[in-house]
């Protein structure tokens, strides 16, 4: 391919035929993987204009070794259930890219996880923790093991197994791992219990979501969701508006959700709707979190019992029937393509100003061209759902320093780095002539620290 030439003038028609080819290599080398095709599609749109100004970034073959994981791990995870029958599982980790730091994402237990899945996710992952400044590189992985309706007994059991496998692979300095769905405290704590029973000795900073008492950093648990909507009230500051009287609309009612719901109700929202994947929730009087987190953080129930005590509050089956809400701002805060071309278009017939994403790719690239197109302001889950990651970043600090931050001293540190993350982005987004489109800042901002590190480290 004739980009090559580092001095010379490189035709935008020349580049766009690279990044197609780029992608096609990719849907050859990766078919059926299509999560993981959409979310590459995303980013290589976004970097043309960033490799016209930059050949060498061309040059030194950047993109192709950043679209090739450094390696995939798939495993066997045997277990028991509480009847005696032995059940077997597929355990995952990617190990995307390390030039910034160890390997760091989170782990996703749903009967849905395949390779596509975690290859989208630790893609992602690569320029996410980048945007958040701190020294960590792109990792993701998990399993098609359902926690639901599983006990507890069970539920340590599959991750005694499944961290016999992983603990291979990981360590404070190689891959960090964390949460994601179907992953909270209490996963985390028997997947720590079985690592340092297996090395024999207490590594903390091995990975993030912690309890408090055993190493875990105050305001992780509330970070993707407070950090959601930090970043979405700065985006909203830029057009004069606030969460503040405003009507929300959020999906899920996991720990994106519930926190992302708390602040914004904190900043004098009224969240009217929350979901989970058999159906939603509308209460007209606005969503009492206390319940929601009841039925949800302690109960393990399904969200259609919140109308129990809620008499006002109207249940619907299936989940995507919530974008048919009328608001302001919406959330989306459950799981990758929950909103597709028709959601956005029926929240911009409603009048949305402001849409968050909370959870991974959760609009379908139809969606988002629907949303930017009609000048709907459009924070992208790469920036906007980074305050998980950051503050387990943060978390990797006090373990190395043997010290534990106060929650306001983590709470601000989640402020200013969600803060930074919007400005790098909206810069990014005028140097390139993507002016205001979040999107493409984002993607360049987190591109450029990574390729930069790659090509200072030569060619690995
Ligand atoms: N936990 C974290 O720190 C971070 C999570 N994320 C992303 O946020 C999203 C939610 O994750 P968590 O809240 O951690 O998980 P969670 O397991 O606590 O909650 C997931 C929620 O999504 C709902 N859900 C799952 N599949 C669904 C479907 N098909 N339709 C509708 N609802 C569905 C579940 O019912 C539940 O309410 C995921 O995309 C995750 O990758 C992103 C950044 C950090
Ligand atoms: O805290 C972490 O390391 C992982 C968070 C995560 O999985 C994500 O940002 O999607």
Redesign the pocket.
């Known amino acids: 391919m004739k980009v090559l030439e580092e001095k010379g003038e490189v035709q935008t028609q020349t580049v766009t035929d690279y990044v197609n080819e780029l992608f096609i290599q990719v849907q050859q080398r990766n078919p059926h993987e299509k999560e993981f095709q959409q979310a590459v599609k995303e980013v290589l749109v976004s970097l043309v204009p960033v490799l016209e100004k930059n050949p060498t970034y061309i040059k030194h073959a950047v993109l192709e070794r950043m679209l090739e994981p450094d390696r995939l791990i798939s495993f066997k995870v045997p277990w028991v259930d509480d009847a005696g029958n032995i059940k077997v599982n597929r355990g995952y980790r990617v190990q995307f890219n390390n030039a910034i730091g160890p390997y760091k994402g989170?782990l996703?237990f749903?009967s849905?996880v395949n390779a596509s899945i975690i290859k989208f996710?630790g893609f992602e992952q690569i320029f996410?923790n980048s945007l958040t400044g701190q020294p960590i590189g792109g990792g993701k992985g998990g399993s098609d093991f359902d926690p639901k309706g599983k006990s507890d007994q069970e539920i340590m059991r599959f991750c005694q197994s499944f961290m016999t496998e992983l603990s291979k692979y990981i360590g404070p300095d190689i891959d960090v791992p964390?949460?994601?769905?179907?992953?909270?405290a209490r996963e985390i704590g028997y997947l720590f219990g079985q690592y340092k029973r297996l090395k024999g000795a207490y590594e903390a900073g091995v990975l993030t979501?912690k309890g408090v008492g055993y190493g875990g950093s105050l305001g992780?648990k509330e970070?993707?969701?407070y950090g959601l909507v930090y970043f979405v009230e700065e985006m909203l500051k830029s057009q004069g508006l606030h969460f503040n009287n405003s009507r929300v609309v959020v999906?899920?009612?996991?720990?994106?959700?519930?926190y992302a719901m708390e602040k914004a109700i904190q900043l004098g929202a009224k969240v009217v709707a929350?979901?989970?994947?058999?159906g939603y929730i509308y209460d007209p009087n606005g969503i009492n979190l206390e319940t929601v987190k009841q039925l949800?953080e302690v109960e393990n129930k399904r969200?259609y019992e919140y109308v129990k005590e809620h008499p006002d509050a109207l249940y619907q089956e299936g989940?995507?029937g919530i974008w048919g809400i009328p608001c302001d701002i919406a959330l989306p805060?459950?799981?990758?393509n929950?909103l597709n071309k028709e959601a956005a278009e029926k929240l911009i017939s409603n009048g949305v100003n402001a849409v968050g994403e909370?959870?991974?790719?959760?609009s379908t690239l139809e969606a988002v061209d629907t949303f930017i197109h009609h000048n709907v302001l459009f924070a992208p889950?790469k920036a906007a759902?980074?305050?998980?990651?950051a503050v387990?970043a943060l978390e990797m600090a006090q373990n190395s320093a043997r010290i534990a931050w106060t929650q306001d001293e983590v709470d601000k540190k989640l402020q200013e780095i969600m803060k930074n993350i919007y400005s790098k982005s909206i810069k990014a987004a005028e140097d390139y002539a993507t002016r205001g489109n979040l999107v493409a800042g984002a993607n360049i901002a987190g591109f450029i620290k990574v390729a930069d590190a790659m090509i200072a480290q030569g060619i690995i």
């Open positions: 989170g996703r749903h849905s996710l996410k964390a949460g994601d769905i179907g992953v909270g979501g992780r970070a993707t969701g999906s899920g009612s996991g720990n994106v959700s519930i929350c979901s989970d994947s058999n949800k969200i989940y995507t805060c459950a799981t990758q929950e909370g959870a991974n790719m959760p889950a759902n980074a305050g998980g990651v387990s």
